[in-house]
């Protein structure tokens, strides 16, 4: 083995420890079809127990990758995987596919990652550049916090535009594009916010944290619950179609990332063994100083 194949393998799938115990992995760079949104993604990602919380490549959207940073629309360009949306036509399959890439690291420790990448467009040139940091840490003996924050940068000069579905017309709160977690379970899980209970009520929210409560198909009860909206964010939630919780970017309006002004996000996850209710879920937000 090469000293290049064995960087490109290192960088693959580092892995985030908490006491020993693996509970993420990170693909940086997948070998997909670009059709698929080729981007760095967390998978699996497990509980303190061993329970796998996200799903990867699932047969209904094969483009639903773990955890991961994807926009189906940034200045035309879908960064989403599967099919784009268009006005006055539906989801259309097109040539518009482009990919988010690793360009290099800046720090990797067990509890840590820290690396740029690149927004391209299927020419590979490159739309926005942003650094994200991922960091792991416990949050008691049944659970531990994933923090992502990620700052995104004009790589053109210009404005890019963020935009979903529902930007682009699509009904029914399609609001999608931004952290994105395909979480993995067996029946319907369970969404809540501190007021606010199912899918139809937390769509398009603006409420501090949203929680999921679900079961994984080997079993094993988990919660996980969501911070860290963004001004002009919102939640989007699915539960019946399948399984899934992002931090909407571009949930009813387009978003821009502006020449010169950096966009910066914070999402942070509480990965739970168990079914935690609302008044757990308070008071675990609380002990973490809000979230």
């Not at 908490?18 to 670009?34: K, Q, S």
């Not at 760095?40 to 990867?56: E, N, Q, S, W």
């Not at 079914?275 to 973490?288: G, S």
């Amino acid at each position: 083995m090469t000293a290049d194949s064995r960087s490109v393998a290192a960088d693959a799938e580092p892995r985030l420890v908490i006491g020993g115990a693996e509970v993420a992995r990170y693909v940086v760079r997948p070998d997909l079809d670009p059709r698929h949104g080729p981007r760095p993604y967390l998978h699996p990602v497990r509980t303190r127990a061993g329970t796998p919380v996200t799903d990867a490549l699932p047969a209904d959207h094969v483009w639903h990758l773990g955890a991961s940073l994807a926009v189906q629309d940034v200045d035309g360009v879908n960064l989403w995987g599967g099919r784009t949306y268009v006005r006055d036509v539906g989801y259309t399959w097109r040539d518009d596919h482009g990919v988010i890439a690793h360009t290099g690291w800046r720090a990797r420790a067990a509890d840590r990652l820290d690396h740029d990448l690149e927004w391209r467009d299927r020419d590979g040139r490159p739309l926005l550049r942003e650094h994200r940091t991922i960091t792991a840490g416990p949050a008691g003996d049944d659970a531990w916090w994933l923090d992502l924050s990620a700052t995104l940068a004009s790589a053109t000069g210009a404005d890019v535009h963020l935009g979903s579905p529902a930007t682009n017309g699509r009904p029914g709160g399609a609001g999608y594009g931004g952290f994105f977690w395909r979480a993995a379970a067996t029946g319907e899980p369970r969404v809540h916010t501190a007021d606010a209970v199912g899918e139809e009520a937390v769509n398009g929210a603006t409420a501090p944290w949203v929680a999921l409560r679900g079961t994984a198909p080997g079993g094993g009860a988990y919660t996980l619950v969501f911070t860290g909206l963004g001004p002009g964010d919102r939640w989007f939630v699915r539960t019946a179609l399948y399984p899934g919780v992002c931090v909407a970017y571009a949930f009813d309006r387009p978003a821009v990332v502006a020449a010169g002004r950096p966009r910066r996000n914070r999402h942070r996850v509480l990965v739970a063994d168990g079914h935690l209710d609302p008044a757990d879920v308070a008071a675990r937000l609380a002990a973490a100083g809000g979230g």
